[in-house]
């Protein structure tokens, strides 16, 4: 529903709203959010101003499961899943999501606190002074004196921050500083020009690393591209009959047991007319039979494996993010598995008590062309920039994003335990502030495109995370045998593993 219309309702019952929980009834029905004002207003609570705790404490009066909750299959809650939107969108909507954006992200940056004299761009005079901005970075540019140039907007208006040549350390960090980028700028000056001291992004830090509540396993996969020439069905079906205990030595086979979570992050099938030319490059030249042909493959895992999978670009969903479930046109005898959840792109899914962020990774190339020296750095550094950031694809028009006016559904408002990205074909592992950081491998040999590019996939490769003791190890189903990526009890050193 629309937020006037939130605020409309709450405001005519006397409450405030902090933005977790706007966005929490956005997503509702306009008659459940009525229901649960009037029975909030009811119950006659001092409080004023709603947030989620207050809604964590009432939940079980106003008949709430969980405030979260959008869906849950057994072990798995579905905390995010976002549907399609229709209607078409006017300029007026564009201005609203860069405003949802921004007021999300300059909340953020407040609640992390350090902002001393926090000021709007507007409220700057003449005189001289110190201050900190928060604002999105409009433009950027070197001057003739090699100073980098920037054009900072907020709420209120624009400024010009300088970033002096001469300040090494802040130079060289801002030169990664991209458009659309909202940060604190701690500056000094007037509002005739602004001199940059630093600047904080929003970041992301959890205080302690969370561990879930059994003693099981998730294995993460991804980008099989069924359907292409290249995929690796024989690998893929190692892995399944691995999942099913048939094959592996004994230690492999007692692990099998062990993991009772799939989560697919994408590239399920290899689509059709993706790339010019790619007739000649499909086995199964049809988006449904590739599905078909995907549904044949899950259907043998067995029954007890919950399976949680969301789209990615090659899949048969409109290709900017966020991207909507695979819809029922498509996904055929997939919706009827009653083991598998079709999930959004991005999507948040909770596994017995690990929050996971599900993105198919669509700006990590975007990343790679715009940070320097991108080309050399792993996948690990681009999931730390956009947790830094708190923004799945933080450059509009870098690739196709399809608006919400109400709220941007690419925002990481809550921490992930474990943030997932595929799309690279490289397996990955990396914590970042206490986020484990998950890279997922492909089913498909080496492309003409990859090889054009210069891109090594490292195909075959599952990472398996344990939920209790955040333990993770990487299984090998490029070869004959099942091995482990490296040595025979590979327990992967987070910060040093694969640099
Ligand atoms: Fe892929």
Redesign the pocket.
């Known amino acids: 529903m629309e937020k006037r219309d939130v605020l409309k309702i709450c405001r005519e019952s006397g409450f405030f709203l902090d933005r977790s929980i706007l966005d929490f009834f956005i997503e509702l029905e306009i008659k459940e959010v009525e229901r649960i004002i009037k029975k909030l207003k009811g119950f006659h609570i001092n409080e004023r101003i709603l947030s989620k705790n207050i809604l964590n404490k009432y939940k079980d009066r106003l008949g709430l499961k969980n405030e979260e909750s959008r869906d849950r299959k057994n072990g798995i809650d579905i905390l995010k899943n976002i549907k399609g939107r229709s209607g078409k969108l006017e300029a007026g909507d564009f201005v609203s999501y860069f405003r949802s954006r921004f007021e999300s992200l300059r909340d953020i940056l407040i609640k992390n606190g350090e902002l001393d004299n926090l000021s709007s761009i507007r409220r700057i005079g003449r005189e001289n002074g110190v201050f900190c901005i928060i604002g999105m970075v409009y433009s950027k540019r070197i001057t003739k004196n090699k100073n980098l140039f920037i054009e900072v907007e907020d709420l209120t208006g624009k400024s010009i921050v300088l970033i002096n040549k001469e300040n090494k350390e802040l130079f060289i960090r801002a030169q990664n500083l991209l458009l659309d980028d909202i940060v604190a700028f701690r500056v000094s000056g007037s509002n005739k020009m602004l001199f940059a001291n630093d600047f904080i992004y929003p970041d992301a830090k959890l205080k302690k690393e969370n561990i879930g509540d059994r003693d099981e396993f998730i294995a993460f996969v991804s ?1 099989f ?1 069924i359907g292409s020439k290249m995929f690796l069905e024989g690998n893929l079906m190692r892995f399944v009959d691995w999942l099913n205990g048939k094959i592996g030595d004994s230690r492999q086979k007692n692990l099998a047991q062990k993991v009772r979570y799939l989560i697919l992050s994408g ?1 399920n099938i290899e689509g059709v007319g993706v790339y010019p030319n790619q007739e000649k490059f499909l086995k199964i030249k049809g988006c449904r039979k590739q599905y078909e042909k995907l549904a044949d493959i899950l259907g043998m895992i067995r029954k007890d494996i919950e399976i949680v999978m969301c789209p ?1 670009q ?1 899949d048969a969903v409109w290709v900017g993010e966020p991207q909507s479930a695979i819809n029922e046109k498509w996904s055929g005898d997939l919706n009827n598995m009653e083991n598998l959840k079709l999930v959004s792109n991005p999507s948040i899914v909770k596994i017995r008590g690990l929050n996971i962020l599900v993105y198919y990774g669509g700006s990590v190339n975007q990343f790679r062309n715009l940070i320097s020296g991108g080309r050399d750095l792993n996948i690990n550094d681009f999931t730390n920039e956009i947790l830094k950031r708190r923004h799945l694809a933080p450059v509009y028009g870098e690739m196709d994003i399809i608006p919400n006016k109400n709220i941007d559904d690419l925002i990481i408002n809550e921490l992930p335990d474990v943030f997932v990205v595929s ?1 690279q ?1 490289r397996a990955m592992i990396g914590n970042y502030n206490n986020i484990l950081t998950i890279s997922t491998s ?1 089913w ?1 040999s080496r492309t003409d495109f990859e090889t054009k590019v210069g891109s090594e996939p490292d195909p075959c490769k599952v990472p398996i995370l344990n939920l209790k003791s955040k333990e993770i190890k990487i299984l090998d189903f490029s070869g004959k045998d099942i091995v482990w990526e490296s040595g025979d009890d590979l327990v992967c050193e987070l910060e040093d593993y694969k640099k």
Do not use: E, V
Request: aromatic share 12%.
């Open positions: 980008d591209h590239d990615g090659y799309g074909h492909c498909q």
